[in-house]
Nanobody
Framework: QVQLVESGGGVVQPGGSLRLSCAAS????????MDWYRQAPGAERELVATITSGYGTNYADSVKGRFTISRDNARNTGYLQMNSLKPEDTAVYYC?????WGQGTQVTVSS
């Protein structure tokens, strides 16, 4: 059993930044790929960024150059640094490892 807890969401103006964290319980974190997803109201859940156990990364086209995914295996924690935020980035953001999901954290980009 793995528990994931996201934090770091909030309200930010367009052009601003936020850093999301995903804290994982247990000792398996380092062995698995971690994903960040988001879901806007009325939309399907969208894969935003991925980081493998070997630190390989991949991003959705909509966030390339603005978002950075990272991980700290010593802390069992993953991160999503979000810069140059746009109103269309407004969503609930979730981290996921294997079939385990966090509860989500709300990000609202609004002036």
């Amino acid at each position: 059993q793995v528990q994931l807890v996201e934090s770091g969401g909030g309200v930010v103006q367009p052009g601003g930044s936020l850093r999301l964290s995903c804290a994982a319980s247990g000792s398996i974190f380092r062995f698995y790929t971690m994903d960040w997803y988001r879901q806007a109201p009325g939309a399907e859940r969208e894969l935003v960024a991925t980081i493998t156990s070997g630190y390989g990364t991949n991003y959705a086209d909509s966030v390339k150059g603005r978002f950075t995914i990272s991980r700290d295996n010593a802390r069992n924690t993953g991160y999503l640094q979000m810069n140059s935020l746009k109103p269309e980035d407004t969503a609930v953001y979730y981290c996921a490892i294997m079939n385990y999901w966090g509860q989500g954290t709300q990000v609202t980009v609004s002036s």
